[in-house]
């Protein structure tokens, strides 16, 4: 069962910067693939960026490229979120969720144009860490 634990999250104004971190357990189980997503109350979650761990090919939302990094420590199974230029349409819950199958964001497996969240399901882990950016 996937577990996984998101940190870092915060009130910010607009224009700041917040990292996020997100831990996957167990250790020893090395995730090919590690999205973040958020969500908002009474929408639907939204894929905000991803990564394939086993060579760091990185997938970014439109929202999300040029303000966001997503990075990972294989060592310690967790991935970040470095976020940047924040805007008050980014306050939300995030999650990170992960993914045993390289079939979901290894490069050359994902049909042109789509993301790692529009081709395989991925299951959160834990509570998310809640983002709010105020005006």
């Known amino acids: 069962q996937v577990h996984t634990v998101e940190s870092g999250g915060g009130s910010v104004q607009a224009g700041g910067s917040l990292r996020l971190s997100c831990e996957a357990s167990?250790?020893?189980?090395?995730?090919?693939?590690m999205v973040w997503f958020r969500q908002s109350p009474g929408k639907e979650r939204e894929g905000v960026a991803g990564?394939?761990?086993?060579?760091?090919?990185?997938y970014y939302a439109d929202s999300a490229k040029g303000r966001f990094t997503i990075s990972h420590d294989n060592a310690k199974n967790t991935v970040f979120l470095q976020m940047t230029s924040l805007v008050p349409e980014d306050t939300a819950t995030y999650y990170c969720a992960p993914d045993r199958s390289h079939a979901c964001c290894a490069p050359g497996t994902l049909v042109p144009g789509r993301h790692p969240w529009d081709t395989c399901y991925y299951t959160y882990g834990g509570q998310g860490t809640q983002v709010t950016v105020s005006s």
């Open positions: 167990p250790v020893t189980e090395k995730y090919a693939c």
């Open positions: 990564i394939y761990t086993r060579d760091g090919t990185t």
